[in-house]
């Protein structure tokens, strides 16, 4: 090889790749003819190699199914037809693309988001934010305890705090059975979760939703209506969830990424179909439970029974949805599904915690002792709601864990768009100039829908209710404070700077490995692979 140079190459965003320049082409030819161990991971088809890739995707999508989503779908569809679909298209889309974001950092990275946390912020701040992590993963876990203890209700006909307590038993049963044959349990999990799926397209098909209607509520933004914006906040909390973050980042340092920019390129891409295509089924599921129940609840000629069953229309009640496709067998058949969406959904926010609690504090714990101990502190106001409140109370606990979501939302999304665009996390990885836009830009509109709810909903209850005024002012006294600490705190995680540089960009002094690399073709003995994360090997995941 007569000259060899490395030259910067630009692209959209301002990032910069080195690329392999050589002035006398054949010399590439004599280098590829070098016999070198063939990583058999380069050798496969494209579509062997993206298979590989499959699993990190569809585990977190299972979380855009979980009962929190079907409970805020129903109450959408039933109080506002279908106004509020465009919630779920701009909330799977902002999904995606954060969803894609935190696969490109723990590919690229081999961290994961709270790992990174914890390298860049201060102490107050990480135990803060692994606080905040934490009761993220509560507050989603309760709308399956709560799905989950509906289910029973419904097949067993025990009462819902009975059923709030058998939840935590049914959990550990199924995490226990995943030794004797994870794939098998988790396909049998899926398939009936897609059983219910299915039973609602069935439905939609039935009822047939007027088309010009759907698509205006698809794409024309309204909202309209005392509850609508809680109801959009709530639809977004459970779409968007912040704990998934922290679980996608992880997921995808449990698959072998070649070190090179086309490794890493082709690891992103794939990361990025496969999550684009399981969101886009959980998308198409989400917009059919929201017409069916806008199509049942307002249409015309209703029935007495079905106008009451919409006026308290909830999770335990939503089987009359379905009859007429499935008739008497409706709420078996919807009972069985939603139970294998609360536990499906179990399991994926026991991984999420566990990466949580390792990244931030350095601790492992087993599966089943991280699911009970998260399952006992979700149970508490699950069974305390339940008692008082029966099955209706229960269904307004999911909604309000679903805004506890969405206002927690800020806490994860700022550090992964910080850390995702910065050179000195990502080094010429770092997102494009649009990525950047266009994510800040959905994101500060959340951030600012939530902040304005808090602050006028809050408000606007202070001057309404019934309270004595000194009641009023105590509260007052006590909430302003916390409102402003949450919005200081907004503020300072946008604008701090990050400080530590931790991108380990691998140098390849060798040209004829370089130009290898850049091929596809690596030699294992130079360690050309990130490397491949042990603790992370039990992730039940294909291989």
């Excluded at 891409?269 to 959980?282: K, M, Q």
Aim: with cysteine; hydrophobic share 50%; charged share 15%.
């Amino acid at each position: 090889m007569d000259a060899l140079e490395l030259q910067s190459q630009a692209n959209i965003g301002g990032s910069k790749r080195i690329v392999a320049v050589d002035e006398n082409p054949s010399s590439i030819d004599e280098s590829k003819k070098f016999d070198l161990d063939h990583d058999p991971q380069e050798e496969k088809p494209g579509w062997r190699k993206f298979l590989s890739f499959v699993g990190p995707g569809f585990l977190v999508s299972m979380a855009y199914l979980d009962p929190g989503n079907l409970e805020t779908d129903l109450q959408a569809g039933a109080n506002h037809g279908y106004e509020l679909l465009w919630i779920i298209l701009i909330g799977l889309i902002f999904a995606l693309i954060i969803q894609s974001l935190a696969a490109n950092l723990g590919v690229t990275t081999g961290r994961h988001l709270s790992e990174l946390c914890k390298a860049e912020y201060p102490k107050y701040v990480k135990y803060s934010l692994w606080l905040l992590a934490e009761v993220a993963v509560i507050a989603a876990d309760i709308p399956e305890v709560i799905g989950t203890a509906f289910a029973l209700n419904i097949l067993f006909h025990i009462p819902v705090w009975v059923g709030v307590l058998c939840t935590g038993m049914s959990t550990l049963l199924l995490l226990g059975l995943q030794k004797y044959g994870v794939r098998k349990l988790e396909l049998l999990v899926s398939v009936l979760v897609f059983v219910m799926a299915a039973c609602f397209f069935a439905e939609l098909s039935y009822v047939k939703p007027p088309a010009k209607d759907v698509l205006k509520g698809l794409f024309v933004p309204k909202l309209k209506g005392n509850s609508a914006t809680a109801d959009a906040i709530a639809l977004l909390g459970a779409l968007v969830m912040p704990h998934n973050l922290f679980l996608h980042s992880a997921l995808v340092l449990s698959r072998k990424v070649p070190n090179s920019v086309r490794g890493i390129n082709d690891a992103c891409r794939f990361f990025l179909i496969e999550s684009g295509f399981a969101l886009f089924v959980a998308f198409l599921i989400n917009v059919a439970i929201v017409s069916v129940s806008g199509a049942v609840c307002s249409g015309g000629n209703l029935s007495q029974g079905t106008i009451e069953s919409c006026n308290d229309l909830s999770l335990d009640s939503a089987s009359f949805l379905l009859k007429n496709v499935l008739g008497r067998s409706s709420s078996t058949i919807y009972a069985i599904a939603l139970l294998a969406s609360g536990q499906s959904s179990t399991i994926t926010g026991t991984y999420a915690g566990q990466f949580i609690m390792q990244g931030f504090l350095d601790l492992k714990m087993k599966k089943w002792l991280r699911n009970l101990m998260t399952r006992c502190i979700a149970i508490t106001p699950s069974l305390i709601v339940s008692i008082i409140g029966g099955s209706s109370g229960a269904g307004r606990l999911i909604i309000i864990a679903s805004m506890i979501l969405s206002f927690e939302l800020p806490f994860a999304l700022i550090p992964l768009l910080k850390f995702s665009s910065s050179t000195t996390k990502m080094g010429p990885y770092k997102n494009s100039i649009y990525i950047i836009v266009i994510s800040w830009i959905l994101g500060l509109g959340i951030i600012g829908i939530n902040i304005y709810y808090l602050s006028t909903g809050f408000v606007g209850w202070l001057i309404h209710n019934s309270l004595p005024k000194v009641g009023n002012v105590l509260i007052g006294i006590l909430v302003f404070p916390l409102m402003a600490v949450y919005i200081l705190a907004v503020i300072y995680l946008m604008f701090r700077k990050d400080t530590v540089d931790t991108f380990e960009q691998s140098a390849k002094h060798d040209p004829n490995t370089q130009i290898h690399m850049e091929d596809g073709n690596l030699n294992r003995d130079h360690g050309d692979h990130i490397p491949h994360r042990e603790d992370l090997a039990d992730i039940p995941l294909p291989e």
